[in-house]
């Protein structure tokens, strides 16, 4: 059995939502290890301190006894998932998934411990996939049931150009958790959707429904929009150790308490502390920063 102070760290801290919380943590409680699913998509080869947030949430897992599987999405990397982007991804050769795969597991690695860590490619069964497969899973939802989806339902309204292809990938990515029996699957927020389908299709076949573990999204060095590589407000995990040092200190002052959250193991208490003396100007944020940008690079290099 848990105590509450790990059952608090792992259900509050660094998280966005758990779906449903109670089932997850009497999961945890059963003893039983569990299959914990990340799944990413190889159209690019990089990783950043974005997706740090959910990796760490892993490696906690991990070292209380459960197992990672890591889907590689490299048959529905040729769909491409846009992810709130409002756009459509190009298709990718089998080429560049494999060396996009390669590089991201390589920096996947640094926070994840390989060792407990099972990876999995998903042309293992979509690759033995028929017309007839497709159907039948096609088959279980409703268009209705995808439009639901926020980005799409706005694409939809604009008259701006939605595949059918995505259309598809929800429930492609629901079936790697049928495939893999996965008991909880984790993402940012922005993919709560196709966590749910996931956990909705698992129940249609008679598999026991995943939890759907959602984290937060990070803000990025603009200290306004999401970290992302094409907005260019990133912190690259391959960073060299001066970039990455030098980055966290260009920080907002506003992002050093909650990256402290996310991204460091600094207790909750002192968190606070750091809180109320920024606002009270007790403390000067540049010291604050500079070990923040020491145990961020220090976690890496």
């Not at 995943?210 to 590589?229: E, H, I, R």
């Not at 150790?241 to 207790?267: C, H, Q, S, W």
């Amino acid at each position: 059995m848990l105590d509450q102070t790990t059952i608090n760290k792992l259900t509050r801290r660094g998280v966005a939502e758990i779906i449903p919380e109670q089932e997850f943590i009497a999961r945890l409680q059963e003893g039983v290890p569990l299959r914990l699913k990340m799944g990413f998509d190889p159209s690019r080869p990089d990783i950043h301190l974005g997706h740090v947030v959910g990796l760490r949430k892993l490696r906690q897992l991990q070292e209380l006894g459960h197992q990672v599987i890591l889907i590689v999405g490299d048959w529905t990397a040729q769909i491409g998932d846009p992810s709130g982007q409002s756009a459509t991804r190009p298709m990718l050769t089998h080429e560049q998934v494999v060396a996009n795969a390669e590089s991201y597991m390589r920096q996947f690695f640094k926070v994840v411990d390989r060792e407990r860590t099972q990876v999995e490619w998903q042309s293992q069964w979509f690759g033995k996939f028929t017309l007839a497969d497709v159907l039948r899973l096609t088959s279980r939802f409703t268009v209705a049931q995808i439009l639901a989806r926020d980005d799409f339902a706005r694409r939809f309204k604009e008259n701006r150009p939605l595949a059918v292809t995505e259309l598809l990938y929800p429930l492609l990515q629901a079936y790697d958790s049928v495939a893999i029996r996965a008991d909880v699957e984790f993402g940012g927020t922005d993919q709560k959707f196709n966590l749910l389908v996931g956990r909705e299709l698992q129940g249609m076949v008679g598999q026991r429904p995943q939890q759907c573990f959602t984290v937060p999204l990070l803000v990025g060095t603009d200290g306004v929009q999401k970290m992302s590589k094409s907005l260019g407000n990133y912190i690259g995990v391959d960073e060299p150790p001066n970039d990455m040092y030098g980055k966290v200190m260009r920080l907002p002052d506003t992002l050093i308490v909650p990256y402290f959250e996310l991204l460091t193991d600094a207790p909750d208490q002192e968190l606070g502390e750091m809180e109320q003396s920024i606002v009270a100007g007790e403390v000067n944020p540049m010291s604050l920063k500079k070990r923040l940008a020491h145990e961020i690079t220090a976690q890496f290099h």
